[in-house]
């Protein structure tokens, strides 16, 4: 039986809960500690939590910023920042299922966008191979102003 993944805002009930996920020890270059994330968000950005059973198991934050425009111009586009499941609850296929969800999840919430968009680390190959899988193509570009080296950035089309 599949277990039933969901996604949704972070409520602040979650908050303590939200803080205390953690990356696993090879990925920490790739994502910001989860305090500094949420300190540091924008009013363009909201933070959203995956839940399996009602069970928190990830994070990640939907940015109406699109800074790529130079790089990649895409019009009415919505970036997924800082998708993580937790390193406790990895290797079941948790990011798969939410991976899944978001071409929906974001629609409902954003629908004036036509596009989401990612940048993932040329060297983590795991998360490349995972959000191809979910449906996310790569742009064949890169953006290379990330702290951790050269990012793909990869789409995909809402509408």
């Known amino acids: ?9 972070l409520a602040e009930q979650n908050l303590a809960k939200v803080l205390a996920l953690q990356v696993a020890l090879e990925q920490q270059s790739y994502v910001k500690n989860i305090a500094d994330i949420l300190q ?14 009602k069970q928190l198991v990830g994070f990640f934050v939907i940015d109406q910023h699109y ?3 130079q790089t990649l111009p ?8 800082s998708f993580f499941v937790d390193h406790g609850h990895q290797g079941k296929g948790y990011g798969y299922l939410a991976g899944l969800l978001l071409k929906d999840y974001v629609s409902r919430l954003h629908s004036g966008f036509e596009f989401l968009c ?3 680390n ?10 191809k899988k979910c449906g996310f193509k ?17 789409t995909m089309k809402l509408k």
């Open 1 to 9: 039986m599949r277990p039933e993944m969901n996604l949704q805002p």
């Open 40 to 53: 540091q968000l924008s009013e363009q950005q909201s933070a959203h939590v995956m839940t399996v059973d």
């Open 67 to 69: 800074p790529y425009h």
């Open 74 to 81: 895409l019009n009415k586009a919505v970036l997924l920042r």
């Open 118 to 120: 990612l940048t993932v």
């Open 122 to 131: 040329c060297r983590n190959h795991a998360a490349q191979a995972l959000y």
């Open 138 to 154: 790569d742009s064949e570009i890169l953006y290379r102003g990330g702290p951790a080296g050269p990012q793909h950035i990869y």
